[in-house]
C-alpha cells in the first residue's frame, strides 16, 4: 500500500494563502513557503551549493520572496519566480559575488 506523502488533516495551501501572506499573516506564510520550499532546496543543490551556502542562498529566496510577494498572486506566480531567483542567487554564489541586490520580479 503506497502511503501519501501529505497528511490528510493537513492544510493544503491555497492562493487564498498568498494574498493572506502578503497581508503579514505569518501562518499563510508558513504554508506557502512550506510548499515551495523543497522547489527552493533543489534548485539551489542542483547548482552545486552544500551546507550553510546552500541554506544562505534559500534564506536569500525566501527574503526577496517576501519583498514581492505581493506582486505574485497565485502559487503558481510564485513557483516561477522562486524558481528562477534561487537559481540566479545560486549563480551570484558559485561565482563568488556578493548576494544580488536586483530583487526585481524576473521576466
Known amino acids: 500500500m503506497r502511503r501519501s506523502r501529505t497528511p490528510q488533516c493537513a492544510h493544503q ?3 487564498a494563502d498568498v494574498a493572506a ?3 503579514g499573516d505569518r501562518r499563510a506564510w508558513e504554508r506557502v513557503v512550506e ?3 523543497e522547489q527552493v532546496w533543489a534548485t539551489v543543490r542542483g547548482r552545486g551549493l552544500d551546507g550553510a551556502l546552500a541554506a544562505r542562498v534559500c534564506q536569500l529566496t525566501w527574503l526577496r520572496l517576501a ?3 505581493d506582486e505574485l498572486p497565485t502559487h503558481d506566480d510564485i513557483r516561477e519566480w522562486v524558481g ?3 537559481d540566479r542567487e545560486a549563480v551570484i554564489a558559485i561565482r563568488g559575488l ?7 520580479r524576473p521576466s
Open 67 to 69: 519583498d514581492h510577494l
Open 21 to 23: 501572506a502578503a497581508a
Open 35 to 37: 510548499r515551495h520550499a
Open 13 to 15: 495551501p491555497s492562493d
Open 84 to 86: 528562477i531567483v534561487a
Open 98 to 104: 556578493a548576494p544580488s541586490t536586483n530583487a526585481a
